[in-house]
């Protein structure tokens, strides 16, 4: 099924697929294609972005009700490049932070979620999503700081700029960067699927599928 998502001129989308869901890292297939994770607090609107970002409505399942991702689901990416056709594979890792989800299970999510980000051979980077409204949190911080420790590459990506007004849209852009040192932040819609191009180029960079010198946000 072709989904005709053209991004900068240069990379189309042709299709986009569910391959596997795991509750434990020994449970996922082995690695075929480079992996990046998407990580973020519950509600944060992980799963609406990959959506968006390859053009599904319904490729992840959504909910309004915080802390449904609970298991690691992995989705494979087929696009054509100016250097032919490639594959991604985009694992949508469970949201943490919910306080309402029973410790034992909140406990489960901890190991799960590091233990993907440290033995998983075909990572080559991790988007770290959080709500424009909200700023990083202290699990935001420590998620960065773990990804350092560990050596993947982490792309900031902050969502719901919409629900903001475009004059405060820069301010708290700005203050997150701020609050982060400095690092690169892409800002996101879900909505209009502003900020998509720019989450593509780095996500083709960091997974080696297009040179890092086009990748600019």
């Not at 434990?24 to 990959?50: D, M």
């Not at 209009?192 to 599928?209: C, H, M, N, T």
């Amino acid at each position: 099924m072709s989904l005709e998502g053209r991004y900068n001129g240069r990379m189309n989308v042709l299709d986009a697929e569910y391959i596997a869901g795991a509750t434990a890292i020994g449970q996922l297939p082995a690695p075929t294609f480079a992996e990046v994770a998407f990580a973020g607090r519950s509600n944060v609107g992980k799963s609406s972005l990959i959506n968006n970002l390859v053009n599904r409505k319904k490729l992840v399942r959504t909910s309004s009700a915080p802390g449904c991702t609970r298991a690691i689901n992995l989705f494979r990416v087929r696009l054509r490049t100016d250097s032919g056709e490639a594959h991604l594979d985009l694992v949508d890792l469970p949201g943490y932070g919910y306080a309402q989800r029973s410790k034992a299970e909140r406990n489960s999510w901890g190991p799960l979620i590091e233990g993907f980000l440290t033995e998983r051979p075909g990572l080559r980077g991790a988007i770290v999503i959080m709500d424009i409204r909200r700023g990083a949190q202290d699990d935001d911080i420590q998620l960065l700081e773990f990804l350092e420790s560990v050596d993947v590459t982490p792309i900031v990506v902050v969502t719901k700029i919409d629900k903001l007004p475009a004059s405060k849209r820069k301010l708290a852009v700005d203050k997150l960067r701020k609050q982060l040192g400095g690092a690169r932040v892409i800002p996101y819609s879900s909505v209009s699927g502003e900020g998509r191009d720019a989450l593509w180029k780095r996500l083709l960079a960091v997974s080696s599928i297009e040179r890092p010198d086009a990748a600019a946000p």
